[in-house]
């Protein structure tokens, strides 16, 4: 039994690069979700796919933020020139539908991806 | 707007010293409270689910209660292991889809 992992799990870059990430979910699970994370703080939720479909953004995900799931497995986030304030830990989870033994609703998380903006 | 508030910030206990965590929330319908709990430079590693005021869970030395406008993790007879920061969430739903909105967390430190 498998859980969300990430890759990779901490990029340093230098302002105005452009970093991608990615995303492995549980692998019955249909449903990703994308968070960041800053010091001293709760994560706070970016976007939202239901199998390939991305169905919700936050309004913290500038135009600088894309994320793909093209066929409803592994997920990417990009950013593209990246700014000091995009430094943070990039978190994703995953649930499932109810068919898995696990709850319908309850979100699994991955290590997370530790950004560094210089 | 959904909100979620954690107390206190910090807290710092001795070995075997029981004591409590609150997460207080505004939200319009719960749909779900979820504790998770954070390590240091990890993911949230989920807790517990509690769905209705007055359900109760628990896991080892921790339990977790709800009320119509707060929940508590009480942590029985803590152990150094677990030193951690605890997280609060509500489950926010709107147009089919749900999202977490989480609270600050309280970093918990137990000292032998």
């Known amino acids: 039994d498998t859980g969300v992992s990430q890759d990779p799990r901490h990029k340093i870059t230098k302002r105005g690069q452009n970093v991608t990430f990615r995303c492995d979910p549980i692998?019955?699970?249909?449903?990703l979700y994308w968070y960041r994370q800053t010091l001293g703080q709760g994560p706070e939720f970016l976007t939202y796919?239901?199998?390939?479909?991305?169905?919700?953004k936050s309004r913290l995900l500038s135009d600088r933020f894309s994320a793909e799931r093209p066929k409803g497995s592994f997920s990417t986030l990009e950013i593209q020139r990246t700014e000091q304030g995009d430094s943070a830990m990039y978190l994703c989870?995953?649930?499932?539908?109810?068919?898995?033994?696990?709850?319908?609703?309850?979100?699994?998380f991955g290590p997370g991806t530790r950004l560094t903006v210089l | 707007e959904d909100q979620v508030t954690q107390s206190p910030e910090a807290l710092r206990l001795q070995e075997g010293e029981s004591s409590s965590l609150n997460c207080s929330y505004t939200v319009s319908g719960l749909r779900g409270l979820f504790w998770y709990r954070q390590d240091p430079g990890k993911g949230p590693e989920f807790l517990f689910t509690?769905?209705?005021a007055g359900e109760e869970k628990e896991k080892e030395r921790l339990k977790a209660t709800l009320t119509k406008k707060e929940s508590f993790l009480h942590i029985t007879a803590p152990k150094p292991e677990d030193s951690a920061t605890y997280l609060c969430?509500?489950?926010?739903?709107?147009?089919?889809?749900?999202?977490?909105?989480f609270g600050a967390g309280t970093r918990l430190a137990v000292h032998p």
């Open positions: 796919f239901q199998n390939e479909a991305q169905l919700e």
């Open positions: 509690l769905y209705s």
């Open positions: 969430a509500v489950r926010h739903v709107s147009g089919g889809y749900n999202k977490l909105i």
């Open positions: 989870a995953s649930s499932g539908d109810g068919t898995s033994g696990r709850a319908i609703d309850t979100q699994y």
């Open positions: 692998s019955e699970h249909n449903r």
